[in-house]
């Protein structure tokens, strides 16, 4: 148990669903991170927010929304995905260090995504 | 842009059998972190290196940073079944670039 959750674990959704990812921390961080994982690529960075502010969008599709109302709360909304968006999504926290930079990064369970 | 090589990216040994993971870059990082991540689940951290030449030592895992803050190299001592999981480095600050890991099955 890492303080970091995450729902759904699992999700399968055809291409023209809207369906959510929702990540929340009770760590006391005010930074969150959207991750995706796929097989045989390394993690890949999709959105920073630091202070509920959004500092990066690693050229990810539209059909990917980020949305972080709170610090502790962090969602993914997905829509007219595509089967090669099929991944496992990860959240992660942290805090932002005194230089700004981020301070260590601690992950959820993963959103196991299937597109259909 | 920065990246990390892992190798090797699969090892299937063993218990009782000693290993040694590598990661490599030619960029400088300020920090490595090593993640371990079993499946289904998010990597969980395992250690974060900062000094050139520093090592730290977890139970049978040992963890070097390289002097020029380039690579690091995990070794693992008499690996155990619960030691199977994937193995990820990871380096820089407010954005973490990952290698592709290496996947370790110790069998029994």
């Known amino acids: 148990e890492t303080g970091v959750t995450q729902t759904p674990r699992h999700l399968v959704m055809g291409m023209t669903n809207k369906k959510s990812l929702k990540c929340e921390q009770h760590l006391g961080h005010n930074a969150m991170y959207w991750y995706k994982q796929s097989a045989k690529k390394p993690l890949e960075l999709m959105f920073v927010?630091?202070?509920?502010?959004?500092?990066e969008n690693n050229s990810v599709p539209s059909r990917f929304s980020p949305e972080c109302p709170n610090s502790s709360h962090l969602f993914l909304h997905l829509h007219t995905l595509q089967p090669e968006d099929s991944a496992l999504y990860l959240c992660?926290?942290?805090?932002?260090?005194?230089?700004?930079?981020?301070?260590?990064?601690?992950f959820g369970p993963g959103t196991r995504l299937l597109v259909l | 842009t920065q990246l990390l090589e892992q190798s090797p990216q699969f090892l299937s040994i063993q218990e009782g059998e000693n290993l040694t993971v590598y990661c490599n870059s030619s960029?400088?990082?300020?920090?490595l972190q090593w993640y371990r991540q079993e499946p289904g689940e998010g990597p969980v951290l395992l250690v974060t290196?900062?000094?050139?030449?520093e090592v730290k030592k977890l139970k049978r895992l040992t963890f070097q940073f390289g002097d020029a803050r380039k690579d690091s190299s995990l070794h693992i001592t008499a690996a155990q079944p619960g030691d199977t999981g994937l193995y990820l480095c990871a380096g820089g600050s407010e954005k973490l670039v990952f290698g592709k890991g290496m996947k370790l099955t110790v069998n029994p």
């Open positions: 927010y630091n202070f509920k502010e959004q500092t």
């Open positions: 992660a926290s942290s805090r932002l260090g005194t230089s700004g930079g981020s301070e260590t990064q601690y």
């Open positions: 290196v900062v000094t050139g030449g």
């Open positions: 960029s400088v990082f300020s920090s």
